[in-house]
């Protein structure tokens, strides 16, 4: 059996869950921003597989390519999840709302 690559995430992307809850608590509710938290590490999970390697599963993100190490991103619903893959783990770098700054979140 495979080990599982595990998810970290950044500091900046834990600030931006934080956001993403702040501003659903105050469009929706508390629960209904917990259910879309919750959504989110769902998507994250499915990097986790350790049966199949979905790693590369989302497309390159353009907004990255700059720098040094390749970046990926899934989009789900109103959220850009990028991340990189690591030697050891996968790396989420953002999560991006993509309605409070479209033009940021290709």
Excluded at 24 to 53: A, G, H, P, Q, W
Excluded at 66 to 86: P, Q
Aim: charged share 35%.
């Amino acid at each position: 059996m495979e080990s599982v690559i595990r998810v970290e995430l950044t500091s900046r992307s834990i600030k931006d869950l934080q956001s993403i809850r702040m501003f659903n608590d105050n469009l929706y509710s508390v629960s209904k921003s917990r259910e879309i938290i919750d959504d989110i590490f769902k998507e994250l999970e499915i990097l986790e597989n350790s049966t199949v390697d979905f790693t590369e599963i989302g497309s390159v993100d353009e907004e990255f390519t700059h720098l040094k190490y390749e970046y990926r991103k899934l989009v789900t619903s109103h959220y850009k999840i990028t991340y990189r893959k690591g030697r050891k783990a996968i790396y989420v770098i953002r999560i991006f709302d993509t309605r409070q700054n479209p033009s940021k979140n290709k």
